[in-house]
């Protein structure tokens, strides 16, 4: 825990230096006095900034879900484990193509979200790899791999543990 006077108190906080983002350090507002310090805890990522939209995901069982995405060829950028064991508080996982998803055990953190009623379109510029990964893991196959006509895409879909369904495509709109 660190002490910083911060001008304006707003939940998360990121810090940059000379205006660049030289790493990241998310910052929650732990408590603050009369005079504006506050108390802040830091969690250092790995400084990749994944500018796109981060889709939340919650699982019964967010440890294998997360073994999974990184099989399917996520990485992950962040891991706080969670309060149980065999449970995860957050984890974020990058997309090499670009992008990020959310991952946390359904019991962690309160959140409207659900299990297996999520369905998530990743952009790759390799389908057939991302799917011979998947088949090595024997993840369900929703939608097998096929070219568009109607559009220029090369995609397929899979099911995670959870009933998710993932569609990973060349189409990037």
């Not at 507002?29 to 939209?53: C, E, H, K, N, Y």
């Not at 950028?77 to 957050?90: N, P, Y």
């Amino acid at each position: 825990m660190v002490t910083r006077r911060l001008g304006e108190l707003r939940g998360w906080t990121w810090r940059h230096e000379a205006g660049v983002t030289v790493h990241r350090s998310l910052e929650r507002l732990s408590s603050f006095d009369a005079l504006g310090f506050v108390t802040v805890m830091s969690v250092r990522t790995s400084g990749v900034r994944q500018p796109s939209i981060w889709p939340s995901v919650v699982s019964n069982d967010a440890p294998m879900l997360r073994d999974w995405l990184l099989t399917l060829g996520f990485t992950e950028d962040l891991m706080i484990a969670g309060e149980r064991k065999d449970s995860i508080h957050h984890c974020q996982l990058d997309w090499p193509d670009g992008g990020r998803v959310l991952l946390s055990s359904t019991d962690e953190r309160h959140s409207p979200c659900r299990p297996g009623v999520s369905s998530f379109h990743v952009v790759t510029t390799d389908p057939d790899a991302v799917m011979r990964r998947a088949l090595l893991i024997h993840a369900t196959v929703v939608q097998p791999m096929m070219d568009h006509t109607d559009y220029p895409s090369r995609d397929f879909t899979v099911e995670d543990p959870d009933g998710n369904h993932w569609t990973f495509a060349t189409f990037a709109g």
